[in-house]
């Protein structure tokens, strides 16, 4: 899992893409990652439909990011890239820095928090 405490600062805009969350951060440093473009990247693949969360336009991610599924996924957007699932609407991402992450929820009778599922 990457080091992103001392990086990426603060929030401005939480968008939520089915069981994916994904912060637009402020004054992200980037300098203590290795950026790779890529011009798809899928954030996460729906665990009982089988359908993904696709980001297409052009993106740098951390090349230590994980593959898809896999927390967290910390990605540039060089202009505008689009986000798409079969089931939910899509979101068109601005020029900027983001941080996805897996929505959680506490499940009281087995006392864990669990992924939710898409």
């Not at 805009?13 to 004054?27: A, E, P, S, T």
Request: proline residues 3%.
């Amino acid at each position: 899992m990457m080091n992103t405490k001392n990086h990426l600062g603060k929030f401005s805009k939480v968008y939520r893409h089915g069981d994916v969350i994904i912060f637009r951060l402020d004054q992200a440093n980037l300098e203590a990652f290795t950026m790779t473009p890529v011009n798809k990247l899928v954030l996460a693949y729906g665990e009982v439909t089988g359908h993904a969360h696709r980001l297409a336009g052009e993106v740098n991610i951390a090349a230590n990011a994980p593959e898809a599924g896999i927390e967290p996924v910390l990605f540039e957007v060089i202009n505008k890239a689009v986000l798409t699932h079969e089931e939910h609407d899509t979101i068109v991402l601005n020029k900027g820095v983001y941080l996805k992450v897996n929505q959680v929820e506490y499940d009281p009778f087995k006392d864990l928090v669990v992924a939710i599922r898409d």
